[in-house]
């Protein structure tokens, strides 16, 4: 057996052409989906990100502010800029690109954040009500992941889900929306006794653990669904190559379907980004019965 590759790059394609297509009918109406991205300090890679949102936000149609800060600047200097962008009524969703310089305090910065602008659905309010099952903002990775799932498997009630890694960002959300979709669901995460076993029994295994490979190929259980979350930079042979937390080459032979690296998971990030900006600007003006982009 040969595992489908679930091509993260054309799922995220056709989402941002419908996200362009809602984005355009607003603008008739007189609303512009408005993104503000924050970026403290020169990090290469943070660099790299930002540029990619907005150069994918504008061509969606959407607007875009980016406030662009040196590396000195302070949590209360952060949190004024914040408070800012959640008075401007342009700006419909905030994005602090993370990691922040050390000396910020980046719990706080993100609590400032007006939940309705919190497109990246880290905000403590939003996390409540994924985790009551209430409408939310959701994180955008593990939505993401959730897109890629249904591109292969549209039905996932009764499905035996594995979620390794217990990050706020990604495992523990990830594990509410396979709930809500009725997936009996597992988390596992450092010490978790056999994990191998437990990989074993997944029919969807979601890999978030930030450890190159650190999961073998014959861990996959036959056609299981396999989402890899992992971005990891290593030298093979003198180069530098992007892997994941999966051992993919490994896995080809047993899993059904999986995400590669790169091309799985992350374009899928910067779409959903975008989908939860449209949402928040569809919400300032007609809350959650205004007609949301949904997947």
């Known amino acids: 057996m040969t595992a489908t590759i679930i091509d ?16 355009a009918e607003l603008a008739q109406q007189g609303l512009v989906p408005g993104l503000a991205v924050v970026l403290v300090g020169d990090d290469p890679a943070s660099q790299v990100y930002v540029g990619s949102k907005t150069q994918q936000a504008a061509a969606a149609g959407i607007k875009h502010f980016d406030h662009r800060l040196p590396a000195t600047t302070d949590t209360a200097q952060l949190i004024e800029l914040v408070n800012k962008l959640n008075a401007q009524p342009d700006v ?27 497109v990246d659905g880290f905000h403590a309010v939003n996390a409540g009500r994924l985790a009551l099952g209430q409408p939310a903002t959701v994180p955008c990775t593990p939505l993401g992941c959730l897109i890629l799932i249904r591109a292969v498997l549209p039905n996932l009630a009764g499905k035996r889900a594995v979620v390794v890694g217990r990050s706020n960002i990604v495992g523990k959300p990830m594990a509410q929306l396979l709930l809500q979709n009725d997936c009996t ?30 999961i073998a190929g014959d861990w996959i259980r036959p056609g299981a669904v396999v989402i890899d979350v992992g971005i990891n930079r290593v030298t093979v042979d003198g180069k530098n190559k992007l892997v994941g937390d999966v051992d993919y080459e490994g896995a080809l032979a047993h899993a059904g379907a999986i995400t590669p690296v790169p091309g799985g998971v992350g374009p899928m990030t910067i779409a959903c980004l975008l989908m939860n900006t449209l949402n928040a600007a569809i919400r300032s003006r007609h809350g959650d019965q205004g007609g949301l982009l949904t997947v």
Request: glycine share 6%; hydrophobic share 45%.
């Open 92 to 118: 419909h969703g905030i994005l602090v690109q993370l990691p922040l310089p050390s000396g910020v305090d980046s719990a706080a910065v993100l609590a400032a954040i007006d939940p309705a602008k919190d």
């Open 8 to 23: 993260g790059r054309a799922v995220a394609e056709r989402l941002r052409e419908r996200i362009a297509a809602r984005t």
């Open 185 to 214: 669901v597992t988390i596992a995460h450092s010490r978790t006794r056999d994990l191998p076993q437990l990989c074993r029994e997944a029919e969807i295994l979601v890999a978030a653990i930030g450890r190159p490979k650190a």
